[in-house]
Nanobody
Framework: EVQLVESGGGLVQPGGSLRLSCAAS????????MTWVRQAPGKGLEWVSV????????STAESMSGRFAISRDNTKNTLYLQMNRLKFEDTAVYYC???????????????WGQGTLVTVSS
């Protein structure tokens, strides 16, 4: 069974940092692109960042580029999202998502984690 378990969320002040983790199991982690998606309270889903299966290629939403960095450790089957200079509008539930296709670009979402809540507040 494919499982994705996010952790690392919490309460942080504006300007602070958090690192989210997503522990993956039940599939060959290093064969799939992984994506972070977030959902702010009362709003729709927002794509955050994607990393390809080998970790070489990444892409981040423009509004978060320069503040957020996606990475992965294929030896630990873990995906990360380093978030710096957090803003009020970054408050959201953050989900990690497994790509559907083998060694693809992360455009087709297959399995979602349960999410971790990040609250940016003073």
């Amino acid at each position: 069974e494919v499982q994705l378990v996010e952790s690392g969320g919490g309460l942080v002040q504006p300007g602070g940092s958090l690192r989210l983790s997503c522990a993956a199991s039940g599939f060959t982690f290093d064969d799939y692109a992984m994506t972070w998606v977030r959902q702010a309270p009362g709003k729709g889903l927002e794509w955050v960042s994607v990393i390809r299966w080998n970790g070489v290629s990444t892409s981040t939403a423009e509004s978060m580029s320069g503040r957020f960095a996606i990475s992965r450790d294929n030896t630990k089957n873990t995906l990360y999202l380093q978030m710096n200079r957090l803003k009020f509008e970054d408050t959201a539930v953050y989900y990690c998502v497994k790509d559907r296709y083998y060694r693809d670009y992360g455009r087709s979402f297959e399995v979602w984690g349960q999410g971790t809540l990040v609250t940016v507040s003073s």
